[in-house]
């Protein structure tokens, strides 16, 4: 059985840093894609980052990029969002997520990933 367990989420001053972390337990082999999308009070969820394993590339959504990096450990059991120059508008809650073996994801989709994490709530102040 496939678990995410994530930490790491926190309050934080505008400009300030987080670092996202999704420890997975259960998968055979490496999860073709892995995830993360937030949602903020009032909107629609959406994805912040997808990375595809095969490729190890990552995209992310043009709020993000150049603030937020992927990662993944070396055993590529777990993978972290590390989050630099916060803005308010990146208060949200955050789920980590992944797709089951053999499957396939688009980029900034949520069509497949059908393993997610808790949640974890991040707080950016002015």
């Known amino acids: 059985q496939v678990q995410l367990v994530e930490s790491g989420g926190g309050s934080v001053q505008a400009g300030g840093s987080l670092r996202l972390s999704c420890a997975t337990s259960?998968?055979?082999?490496?999860?073709?894609?892995m995830g993360w999308f937030r949602q903020a009070p009032g909107k629609e969820r959406e994805a912040v980052a997808t990375?595809?394993?095969?490729?190890?590339?990552?995209y992310y959504t043009g709020s993000v990029k150049g603030r937020f990096t992927f990662s993944r450990d070396n055993a590529g059991n777990t993978f972290f969002l590390q989050m630099n120059s916060l803005q308010l508008e990146d208060t949200a809650m955050y789920y980590c997520?992944?797709?089951?073996?053999?499957?396939?994801?688009?980029?900034?989709?949520?069509?497949?990933?059908?393993?997610w994490g808790q949640g974890t709530q991040v707080t950016v102040s002015s």
């Open positions: 997520a992944a797709v089951p073996v053999g499957s396939w994801c688009a980029a900034l989709s949520s069509h497949n990933f059908v393993y």
């Open positions: 259960g998968y055979t082999s490496a999860p073709p894609c």
């Open positions: 990375y595809f394993t095969a490729v190890d590339r990552t």
